[in-house]
C-alpha cells in the first residue's frame, strides 16, 4: 500500500483548499472571454448598420436629372394623366410601356401626377 504525503504531492483535488480561491482564480479568465465576445458582437453590428446606412442614402436619391437633347419635356395641364401623355407621344410603342418609362424617367412613386408638373418624356 503506497501513502502520499499531501506537502509533496503535485497532485491537487478539486475538493481540497479554499472554494473562494477557486472562483476568484476562474473570474478573469471568464470576464476575459465575455468581453471579447462583447467587442467582436459590437463591431459586427456596426458595420451591418452602417453598411445598411450606406445603402439607403444611394438608393433614396430623389433628383431627376435634367433633360438630354432628344428628350421633351412636358407641363401636366387640368385631367391630364399620364396615360392620356402617353398616348400623345406613344410613336409606335406601347402605351403601357412608355407609361413605366416616364414613371422611372421622373421618379414618380405612382402614376398621380399634378396640373403645372413638368415631366420628361423619354425618347422610345
Not at 421633351?72 to 391630364?80: A, I, K, M, P, Y
Request: one cysteine or more; hydrophobic letters at 40%; charged letters at 15%.
Amino acid at each position: 500500500m503506497m501513502i502520499m504525503n499531501p506537502s509533496t504531492s503535485s497532485y491537487r483535488s478539486i475538493y481540497c483548499g479554499n472554494i473562494r480561491e477557486t472562483k476568484e482564480l476562474a473570474q478573469p479568465h471568464w470576464l476575459i472571454r465575455h468581453m471579447a465576445k462583447l467587442m467582436i458582437s459590437l463591431i459586427v453590428f456596426t458595420l451591418v448598420f452602417s453598411s445598411f446606412l450606406i445603402i439607403g442614402t444611394n438608393a433614396s436619391s430623389t433628383v431627376v436629372e435634367g433633360p438630354s437633347e432628344s428628350e421633351q419635356v412636358v407641363t401636366v395641364g387640368s385631367g391630364d394623366t399620364l396615360w392620356s401623355i402617353a398616348s400623345s407621344f406613344k410613336n409606335g410603342s406601347d402605351i403601357g410601356y412608355l407609361v413605366f418609362s416616364i414613371k422611372n424617367r421622373n421618379n414618380l412613386d405612382n402614376v398621380t401626377i399634378h396640373p403645372g408638373q413638368k415631366l420628361i418624356i423619354p425618347d422610345i
